[in-house]
């Protein structure tokens, strides 16, 4: 015993029958609580990701996205969820371009419609086991009654606060006096307490009149797009000066989509499609299925920089094809094919990185067609990183698996009085140059940067995963998988390890950052490793180490040598992990 030495600082999370990982500790508990009652992990994890939404709305929000993908074992099916919305059909490009001088500002102008509702309910009528009322238990309980402000909660909402002291509506948001929550804090939100309360009274009332368990919870999801909900967001958008108007609402609707895919050392990965960053991860896996990563040795200076320079390939691609395919046509399985990886493994350079985004490739030739060149990168334009974005996934007895991303907080855009939650300001997610495939257009999705995934092995759940961090997801993601699968790590293990994120390409986010080069490193990679990317080119800014910014990984493994299920969780932010 005196000589045991733990490898990692939190310990890995075993079990015998499920799992749950989520961005907040509460959140994880509440997921538990549901999966011992009995439930699904799409019960369970609908569960935490309303819970995500009360107790991080610093980060995302119920009126915000929710993009999920889930693993069904009876069916060994893998579907997506796009928990994103649309833009309204009254938004032009040309407003935001001309009469706003190229901005797209805080406030209810960037508003799409809300989608996280509709996705946890959709997702839940589904694929779920329990009632709404059942699952919105624990997220009712902590809005209601309260829960302890985080260190990391408050330092979020500190750094917003002229932003919510400017919108009176987001005032539950501070202190009585006015001034920022305090770690240890009270934080309660009866407004969004009575918005739950609402869509469960909605579903007694549907339950009451006949329905069934799955038209009784899309009940509920009614009052919130085409009730009073609905009425009064749209109300409160166009008194503000938004787009957004009810029948944006009554008529938008989630979408159950076949996820992108592709397989990496005998495993099969899932994401989701171009409408979101999904493919980034699968293109990257592809490129670096082509180097033996494991012979370099982990985070040593070529094995970084392979991964590195694989990620700038992914981006350029991202950058220049993603779009929402209803209104842009995505070559989308030319970029997911391996010769075509291959072909950005004979563009990379062992000794020499890219100073700025390459030149995307032609993945339509892949397709047997000629398509549109990819679209250039602009100028350069460095500016800080954002942050956003929170995690949960979950693994039951039964090997299904519920992995989700859901975004959107409270700093971006004002809460809807009456209602407690505000309208997924995503649009800052969207170009104004018409060209670029991901370009403001009315009913168009924003190219969304949460984006959730899981990995089979031999048709079976092998691991649900996904992270915050904007443009770092794919990136922590992609290093996860390589610990996971190249270096043999335990998920914990392979969450802790210190990650590199590049910066060369233009940021998702408006006015779409560009620093070309730029490489960011946590502090534990050793100078020595860092003063030879140096060499090669890279451009690097050390991190600190546990950074937030390097993402907030959240995984379940399954049948593992360690236990059926070996959870793990992000020291990074509040990420917890439990298991039994």
Known sequence: MATFVTPTFRPVITSANYAVSAGHYLATQAGMSVLQLGGNAVDAGVAAGVCINVTQPDLTNLGGVAPIIIYLAKTREVVTISGLGRWPKKASLEYFRDELKGEIPLGVKNAIT?????????????????????????????????????RLFTHMLTGIHANLMQWPTSREYVRPDGTPYQTGDMVRQPTLAGTLRVLMDAERAAAARGCDRAAAIMAARDVFYKGDLAEKMARFSQEQGGFLDYDDLAEFSVRVEPPVKTTYRGYEVFACGPWCQGPVLPQTLNILENYDLASYGHNSAKSLHVIIEALKASFADRHAFYGDPDFVDVPIEGLLNKDYAKQWVERISLKEAWKDMPTPGDPWAFEGKAGAAGYRPPAPQPGPLGSDTSYCCVVDSEGNGFSATPSDGVRYTPVVPGVGVVLSPRGFQSWLDPKHPSSLQPGKRPRLTPSPALM?????????????????????????????????????AAIEQPRVATFNFPASQHPHNYTPGHLCAEGRIPESTLAELAAKGHQVTKWPDFIASAGALCAICVDTEYGPRAAGADPRRTAYAMGW
Do not use: H
């Not at 961090?469 to 790590?489: C, E, S």
């Open 456 to 492: 089979l092995k031999d048709g079976k759940l092998a691991m649900t995963f996904g992270t915050p961090g904007l443009d770092v997801q794919p990136q922590a993601m992609a290093q996860l998988i390589l610990n996971v699968v190249d270096y043999k790590m335990d998920v914990q």
């Open 114 to 150: 809300p989608s996280a509702c509709d996705a946890w309910l959709t997702a839940l009528a589904r694929y779920g086991t329990m009632t709404l009322g059942q699952v919105l238990e624990p997220a009712l309980q902590l809005a209601s009654e309260g829960f302890p402000a985080s």
